[in-house]
């Protein structure tokens, strides 16, 4: 019984913490991607093209971070929560470090939006620009 628990427990866990995210995060990828690629068939104003081609590009780079930051979380969690794996103090030292540094790696997902949307956005960079310089100081 106690098997089947830490089983449950591990699936659950992978499940809710590392596919559950990405396959949402892909699944939206796509459908902006495709919304793009719509784009060029309808008669909208070149300005509103414009902005939805950077929104897209803005979503597109936030999967593929996503992707790259959640992957080693879910992985290294999937080593370490393994019942059957037995672990000498050194090896459980390492996987612990290893455990760390993805977890501030799936930290930087809660972050980089900001910074995606300052690289690839001129318009949310202007943005910025007028509320911090004009607004604020």
Known sequence: MKLLSNILQLGMFLYFLGVLPLSITVIF??????????LSYRTIPLVRRKLDQQLTVMVLTQVVFNVFAITPY????AIILDPYIKRDPVA??????IRILSTILLYSCFASPFYIYICASERFRHQLVFVLCKMHL
């Open 74 to 77: 879910t992985i290294i969690n």
């Open 29 to 38: 990828g796509c459908l902006a991607y495709r919304n793009v690629q719509k």
């Open 92 to 97: 459980n030292a390492i996987s612990s470090s």
